[in-house]
């Protein structure tokens, strides 16, 4: 599983990836997802971390 530091970059691409078109819902979904990701970094750690260990877990069976 990549990083959450990757995964955040990622949504950063793809955000921008949308930024030029028109408004857009897809560029708006992106860019709050993004905002609130970024303002809440130390939760979404938490989360990569908590999902990394459920798909160890499931490795191991």
């Known amino acids: ?3 959450p530091e990757q995964l955040l970059a990622k949504l950063y691409e793809l955000r921008k ?3 030029d078109e028109d408004p857009n819902p897809e560029y708006e979904a992106l860019h709050h997802a993004f905002m609130f ?3 809440n970094i ?3 750690k938490k989360y ?3 999902e990394a ?3 160890a877990a ?3 069976r």
């Open 53 to 55: 260990e459920k798909e």
């Open 1 to 3: 599983m990549k990083t």
């Open 17 to 19: 990836d949308f930024q």
């Open 42 to 44: 130390e939760g979404f």
């Open 37 to 39: 990701i970024s303002y």
């Open 58 to 60: 499931k490795g191991n």
């Open 48 to 50: 990569v971390r908590e």
